[in-house]
């Protein structure tokens, strides 16, 4: 698998996402403060990845404060630094909750290391390192449970009679280059493939950022998995074609409501629709920290606006200018020049259009009453794969 966050020791270096797939450079970061520009600029994006980033961009900065001997000797005034730089963290992109329940969960590690006879500013420094470092860690093996569960799922619910394998759509990018490896959406596409029961991968080329055609393609030739690149002005017709027989389309997400409603990047919800008419099984893949019990349904969530450039304009290699060390970059503008923009970066699918919710501790579903029962997910231990 690709390797897009590499950490040790204090020194972050991500991959930078912007220039894939043609060029492949890391980006060391050294603070909050890179870390935030990262993220905003999207050299890093997917929801777990932000967090992930987030989280090791600040133990970086920590890091180099304790070896310098800078560190406050005062636990709350340490404490109230890290604080700060988590709420500065959280405001590079605000739809993604796993951003928010990190920093939460970190902070409150902090506060209560702080309460503690004899603690100083050294001492938190070291507990919110390693609770960044086990983060990066859970979050891996969370996603191959995630692989692993929606794999079989998919093999007991939305095969046809006697069929072996499976076609699966897939929206965005959702992969390694999305997480801390291995992935949630594309991590189910990975574990079919290994258990030989994925037909056929298909990814949508998701405009206008273009993360399947730049990212997930990249990741799918990658790992040498047979898949099939679409523009999402076909989705439909793909859906139709008899002779395609795709079985379930499966998504990631930025944030689940309580009620099962997913904000996930822009033209997820048109595809939840498609998949309806066309009875095609249409899954969510997230982590448990990206389902919010606080945020009650879809109504809630804060849906990002991204700048009107990134649809009026378009970012790849000059056809046949390799130069030393590389190929030459150029923007080009592909809309009318004065038209206005409407760029929202991400949509709500409704809950009524969601078949099941992979997790890593298994697969929710619709009950009886037609509603999902996501506190339950937060009650159910993870099985081991």
Known sequence: MLQAIKYSQGHLEILDQLQLPFVETYVTIRSAEDGWHAIKDMKVRGAPAIAIVAMLALASELHSLKSEGKVPKAAEETRAYIAKQLEYLITSRPTAVNLSDAARKLGSLVESRANQPGADGDALVTAFIQAAEEMMVKDL??????GHNGAEWIMANATRPGASSVAVLTHCNTGSLATSGYGTALGVIRSL???ST???AYCTETRPYNQGSRLTA???????IPATLITDSMAAALLANPSVGVNAIVVGADRVAANGDTANKIGTYGLAVLAKHHGVKFLVAA????IDLATKSGKDIVIEQRAASEVTSIKGPREGADTVGGMVLDTVRIAAPGINVWNPAFD???AALIDGVITEVGVVEKGPD???DMDGLFKVSAPSV
Request: proline share 7%.
């Open 287 to 290: 982590p448990l920290t990206t």
């Open 348 to 350: 709500i699918t409704p």
């Open 193 to 195: 493939a290994s258990k």
């Open 218 to 224: 990249f990741e799918l030739v990658h790992d040498k």
């Open 370 to 372: 037609g509603q999902f």
């Open 141 to 146: 093996d969370d996603n191959q449970r995630i």
């Open 198 to 200: 994925l037909r056929h």
